[in-house]
């Protein structure tokens, strides 16, 4: 009997743990849920370009393509790219698929604007991740923030 209640009472927590945990908004800029936000973003090409671009500007990411959400890519009003002084809203995800020599994606590297800010992160199509957003970005925004970028993006400068 000491058991069983032992057993209801140990189950009840396990249980309402796992609501908190399900309820928590936080949740929902994960590393995983990102992945489900790449996988689902679409096909909108930086410059409705599919073909793989090689990197510039000292970028450690290899051969790539750039894609944005639709957010992201309603921000983008100069002909394409983000006006100067512009800031990309809430909800934009931009995607840069890193390509190997055989035309597969090797990672994900992304942005993605929450209040205001950047959560950056790297991530493979197996889920594994290489670099999560909760990781301090300091290593992402330090490059990033060279000459010419338009709100830490810089293909827009370079590309
Ligand atoms: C040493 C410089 C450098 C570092 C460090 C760096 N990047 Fe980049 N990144 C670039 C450059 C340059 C580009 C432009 C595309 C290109 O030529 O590869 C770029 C492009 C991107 C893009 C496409 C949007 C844009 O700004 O053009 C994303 C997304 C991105 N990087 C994510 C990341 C993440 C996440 C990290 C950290 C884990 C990171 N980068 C670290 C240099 C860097």
């Given at each position: 009997m000491k058991?069983?209640?032992v057993f209801f009472i140990t189950l009840s927590v396990l249980f309402s743990c796992t609501k908190k945990v399900a309820k928590d908004?936080?949740?929902?800029y994960s590393d995983l849920a990102l992945l489900d936000s790449i996988n689902n973003a679409g096909s909108n090409y930086y410059k409705n370009n599919p073909n793989i671009l090689a990197p510039a500007g000292g970028s450690p990411h290899g051969n790539f393509k750039l894609r944005f959400n639709k957010i992201?890519?309603?921000a983008l009003t100069n002909s394409g790219k983000l006006p100067v002084g512009g800031t990309m809203p809430d909800g934009s995800l931009?995607?840069?698929d890193v390509y190997d020599g055989n035309a597969n994606i090797t990672?994900?590297?992304?942005?993605?604007?929450?209040s205001?800010?950047?959560?950056?992160?790297?991530i493979k199509p197996n889920k594994e991740v290489l670099y999560s957003v909760t990781k301090n970005p300091s290593t992402c925004t330090g490059c990033h923030s060279q000459p010419?970028?338009?709100?830490l993006v810089v293909s827009f400068n370079l590309h």
């Open positions: 058991y069983l209640i908004p936080t949740l929902a992201g890519l309603n931009i995607v840069k990672l994900h590297a992304f942005m993605y604007k929450k205001g800010s950047w959560l950056w992160g790297e010419g970028n338009i709100d």
